[in-house]
């Protein structure tokens, strides 16, 4: 096996995978000496399906581990592993390894793929082609998952179970978007229906009054909070004894009460009590009670209180209207332990023809014959991830073995979301920032000049996100919070760009050179802004004290800034030498010294191992 070989990127030796022989050797290097241990998935520009697959515990990072398996894992599958030196998403189709089970599979795979996609040369498989075949397969009966949706089934009537099933139960995803049915939803289907079935068998038992029960159920559920508030109002009438006129509403309150519109005094009267308390606590059958009630009131006495406490009944005691609501106890328990499942949007007749058929059978034999493909629906996916890991797999190793991407410009690193172009310039490494205060607070770290932009898909849109890009030639000319600019993605699909903030830092070895004149010039210019603003207030006070009427008129050779002797009074500050017109520089770098590009990627969420944290101190 090959030495490793280490190159030189931002000033610290790191190891550089170039072909199947460095990658091997990639557990070799302790993770320390790793550029980074991890990264967020949505940081990381390449095939969404490849990170997908070595991400596959959704953790939402990739991490050491898990790019070591990934190559373990290739590895027992590819035969000629010179091929990850092109990078490419095509390859021979005997260059996957048949000696194993899993590789005959993966080549058998490539065989039907190219097959059934009708491919000019058989010999070669392609990503493109298997994701071709995927998205087509993924829309047929038999693509592995277990769902059936109604469209892929030939019969009318299994159609119309399968979509009333969803329609109680829900549905499931199938491989091709579709929603469907899967053993689980049809297993629920079935077993709750038949307890619907035999909920339903009892509800003629449980109804005390026949078909009037639920009418008059209804009442007593409306009439119930007043009912209740009346007997409360009678026990404080008891308790604290006040006379009953104490409760009613004086003649003023009465008359204010008449000047309101017909929508309040109806708000008052639903919050008035039903009736005029009493100490007795019961309530007079015959009994004037509250306006707004009054036909429910009655409707509530005739049809359900005289019939379920006797014709003769005359008044109403809290224990009254309890025994009342007692009657409809068994129905009430009966209603709770109806299934959650809205069986009743099918009825009785369907629901029994559904059970009773041969429909949910002909569902489970669909189901049956789409996971019978699951095996060979597996090899597809493992293809496809082969291929993927043969293009990305190198690519996304040196995005954390090392950052060489970033130190070579025909290179595009993995972190690199497109170019922003503005004020006659285009700016690369653009990376996605989720939360820019938190960026900027590392990314100062690499005193590099920063542009923050938002990224907008239309005029007057929302922002699509965030981004930074780094000015590292030139001057800043007209850059500044506010301008427009064009910011075109990897997929050259362009957006409008607005700049939100820039970090000032020197952007070239002229600038960085000239940054302390620069400030003391500022810090001159502002203390010149000052003295005159301070002149400007000395010679307004004079000339308001020479005016006609004010003082001697400005005789006074010490008022007109004359001395006896005739010598001008100086004003101002001492002449200031300025700096010299040009400076030396050894020679032309694109950068300033100690520019930390790490920090930028640190910033976006990237866990550095100890061989970045030096690149992150070197800058502090």
Request: aromatic share 6%; proline share 5%.
């Amino acid at each position: 096996m090959t030495e490793m070989r280490f190159r030189n990127f931002g000033g610290i030796h790191q190891f550089m995978v170039s072909n199947e022989d460095d990658l091997a050797r990639i557990d070799d290097l302790d993770p320390a000496r790793w550029a980074a241990t991890s990264a967020p998935l949505s940081d990381l520009h390449c095939d969404p399906a490849f990170l997908r697959y070595i991400d596959h515990e959704t953790t939402g990072r990739v991490r050491v581990a898990q790019i070591i398996e990934a190559r373990d894992w290739l590895f027992s599958r590819l035969g000629q592993r010179d091929v990850l030196r092109k990078r490419v998403e095509a390859i021979a189709v005997t260059a996957i390894d048949d000696k194993g089970e899993a590789g005959a599979g993966l080549r058998a795979a490539a065989e039907r793929v190219n097959r059934e996609q009708k491919v000019a040369d058989a010999k070669v498989i392609t990503v493109a082609d298997v994701q071709a075949f995927k998205g087509a397969y993924a829309k047929l009966l038999s693509n592995g998952d277990g769902v059936v949706p109604a469209e892929v089934v030939p019969e009318e009537d299994v159609q119309g179970f399968i979509k009333d099933v969803m329609e109680v139960v829900g549905g499931t995803p199938d491989r091709g978007g579709t929603n469907g049915v899967d053993a689980d939803r049809l297993k629920l289907f079935v077993t709750q229906g038949k307890v619907w079935q035999e909920w339903r068998a009892k509800g003629a038992a449980a109804k005390p009054w026949g078909d009037d029960t639920e009418a008059a159920l209804a009442l007593v559920r409306e009439m119930d909070p007043k009912l209740e508030a009346y007997f409360i109002h009678c026990e404080l009438l008891r308790t604290e004894a006040p006379s009953p006129e104490s409760l009613r509403l004086k003649d003023d309150d009465l008359r204010a009460l008449r000047l309101k519109a017909i929508g309040e005094i109806e708000l008052f009267l639903q919050g008035a009590p039903l009736s005029a308390p009493r100490v007795d606590g019961a309530l007079p059958l015959d009994a004037s009670v509250n306006e707004l009630y009054r036909d429910r009131f009655e409707a509530l006495r005739d049809t359900v209180i005289r019939r379920a406490l006797g014709a003769g009944a005359t008044a109403l005691s809290r224990a009254d209207w309890r025994k009342v609501k007692a009657t409809f106890d068994g129905y009430t328990a009966w209603e709770k332990a109806k299934p959650a499942e809205p069986f009743d949007k099918l009825g009785d007749d369907k629901m029994k023809a559904y059970l009773d058929g041969g429909l949910p059978a002909k569902v489970e034999a669909y189901i049956a014959l789409d996971l019978a493909a699951a095996k060979e629906i597996g090899q597809i996916d493992d293809l496809e991830k082969l291929l993927l890991y043969v293009r990305w797999l190198i690519e996304l190793v040196n995005n954390f073995v090392n950052f060489s991407a970033i130190y070579m410009p025909k290179q595009t690193a993995l972190v690199e979301a497109g170019s922003l172009v503005i004020d006659g310039r285009r700016l690369d490494f653009c990376l996605k920032v989720a939360n820019r205060a938190a960026h900027k607070a590392v990314a100062v770290l690499s005193n590099i000049y920063l542009v923050y932009v938002e990224v907008l898909e239309k005029e007057g849109g929302a922002v699509v996100y965030q981004l930074m890009a780094p000015v590292t030639g030139g001057e800043a000319g007209r850059l500044r919070v506010g301008k427009r600019g064009l910011f075109i993605d990897l997929k050259d699909k362009e957006y409008d760009a607005i700049v939100t903030e820039i970090v000032d830092n020197p952007i070239s070895v002229k600038q960085a050179a000239f940054a302390p004149f620069r400030r003391a010039a500022a810090a001159i210019s502002s203390k010149i802004e000052r003295y005159v603003a301070t002149a400007r207030a000395s010679q307004g006070v004079a000339m308001q004290a020479r005016a006609p009427g004010q003082g001697d008129g400005g005789r006074n050779p010490r008022r007109s800034g004359r001395h006896p002797g005739g010598n001008r009074r100086r004003r101002g500050p001492r002449t200031v030498t300025p700096p010299p017109a040009t400076l030396r520089r050894r020679g032309p770098r694109d950068r300033p010294p100690g520019l930390n590009p790490n920090s930028l990627i640190l910033g976006r969420g990237m866990a550095l191992a100890d061989i970045g944290a030096v690149l992150t101190a070197s800058s502090a």
